[in-house]
């Protein structure tokens, strides 16, 4: 059972030194180790001589004394008991390799090092002070002493400190392995006892609560607690022990603690009320704490290795997921910014030719919007009679056409094909769209998850995309453009020679159809000769641009394509690349600076592992040894 003890001593030595006690936040979601560690935790109301008991099982004088409050930080003090004759010697986990052999050397470093951590801001704080005491005359035991509580705050003490204590003694008390020691003066109201009313609270079944009388020496004059001790009033499952501490002139006198425990048990023996009491003493206390810690580490051991076990993988799982330290050397910054950008480059071209938000959406623009937007311009407006007329009056100028206005049928194409232009513009602006968000969607996704370390070079990605996919529109734009131009600046004669050759023959007109879907023949529907005529050129109008919107429908998208989907598929951040492999090293540093949330993150993790693998082999060592 030492080796037990010991082995729970040297864990929570472990859990303190790297943050994990019951002062942290628990919403960090960090495996806690002490939460699993059977712990001792004394509390009381100020004055309750809660400090004296510490004192009464250590059997040295080491705690800081005086009025108000005194403790203002957790005291976790690990009593080892060495071999007998061995040198008796202090040591705090903040000075590991330094001994205290005088224990007034060990009271005045507790408040040096409460002065330096809490400063002038601050009154306590849920950090604790660590202390491990070797000494032949200690058992191996493990108490945390708490601030004590109190109910009013006193000049010079902040108004939150009667709630920031309790909270920090409820903190340490309220997980189901920490076993309560509730100090109470019997020369009070035990109703009003602070440390009994806080027990309750966290522990109302009274499983985990030891209850400790002090003070039975200068109760009043006919009254004594035997009802309480005796269990008849004020009742806890495990209990209560009787102890009387050093009086104030014991003290003074330098009474030894040896001395002080004689003393306490010729009162109990001496005293009517208490006399055969066993639960009396501080002997019969220490028994108690051993007997009661020891219980509670046997049946914690399978708990204490699980958790060690789960919390390994999970921050070795969370680490890996994080991302090594960043490199400090020029080359292996290079290296891994290059890496980073070969991935997105990957995981960018997988999405574009997959499916939603990809692929698919850009061939919902070629098949659906680019046919809308076509579909419903204006054309009619040009091979409208009326413009007909006018276009063709316009054109031929002082001398009409003789047989056929080529003129004006020049310009009434080039008119109907100038309307091409805006929703080949547009097409290219919606795919650019698409591909722009494509790249917020790949820096965020789970193939791109180191980058989220990065903050600045994830912005500068974004950026340098952002210039390289508008440079590729502007050319999509401008190769679009001038397809559209090429049309308008030469007219294929062939279409209109094969109206000529098939201008007798019924079944050769089928082929040949208007815009719109009609024969570009015109019907007997009546009218002069001149509208026929108009209606005829029309129609002819009307299916030469039905003709080249078909062709653009199809070369369009193949312009958009080859000169803005391909090129941002394997060239997007190549002028980037080549700026990187240009910078200096600080240049480097500053694009891989990582998120200070990640730092801190990753910092916390490497920490909690540690205490976790060194808690492990501990553990090990521990076991195999039995």
Known sequence: MDQLRELVNKLQQVCTSLGDNAGNSRDDNLPSLWEVLPSIVVIGGQSSGKSSVLEAVVGKDFLPRGSGIVTRRPLLLQLVQSKAGAKEYGEFLHKMGEKFTQFDAIRQEIEAETHRSLGSGKAVSPDPIHL???????????????PGLTKIATEGQPKSIVKDIEDMA???????????????????????????????????AGERTIGVLTKLDIMDRGTNARDVLEGRSVQLKHGWIAVVNRAQADINSKMTMEECRKKEMEFFNGSPHYRGLRNVGMSSLTHKLCRKLEEAIVRQIPKIQQTINKGVQDMQKELKALGPMTANNRGAMVHEILSMCREFDSS?????????????AILDVFEGKLTKHIRELPFKQVYSLSNIKKVINEADGYQPHLIAPEMGYRRLIEAGLKLLKDPSVICVEEVYLILQQLVQTVLGSKDCEGLSRYSLLSTEILAQSGLALERMRDEAKSMVMTM?????????AEFFREILRAQDAEEGMQGLKTFSGRNIKPGSDGGTSEDLHMKQIANHVSAYLGVVCNQLKATIPKAIVHCLVLQAKKSLLDKFVE????????????????????????????????????????????LSSR
């Open 170 to 204: 409820r903190a340490y008390i309220k997980g189901e392995n920490a076993i309560i020691l509730a100090v109470s003066p019997a020369n009070a109201d035990m109703a009003t006892s602070d440390g009994l009313r806080l027990a309750r609270e966290v522990d109302p």
């Open 132 to 146: 491990t005491i070797h000494s032949p005359d200690v058992p191996n035991l493990t108490l945390v002493d708490m």
């Open 484 to 492: 559209v131009d090429m049309e308008a600046s030469y007219l294929t």
């Open 579 to 622: 700026e990187v492999a240009g910078k200096d090293a600080e240049s480097l540093r500053r694009l891989l600076g990582e998120n200070e949330e990640v730092m801190q993150r990753r910092e916390v993790c490497s920490k909690r592992l540690e205490m976790l693998q060194t808690a492990y082999r501990e553990l090990t060592v521990s």
């Open 348 to 360: 960018y071209a997988t999405m574009l030719d997959g499916g939603k938000g990809g692929g698919e």
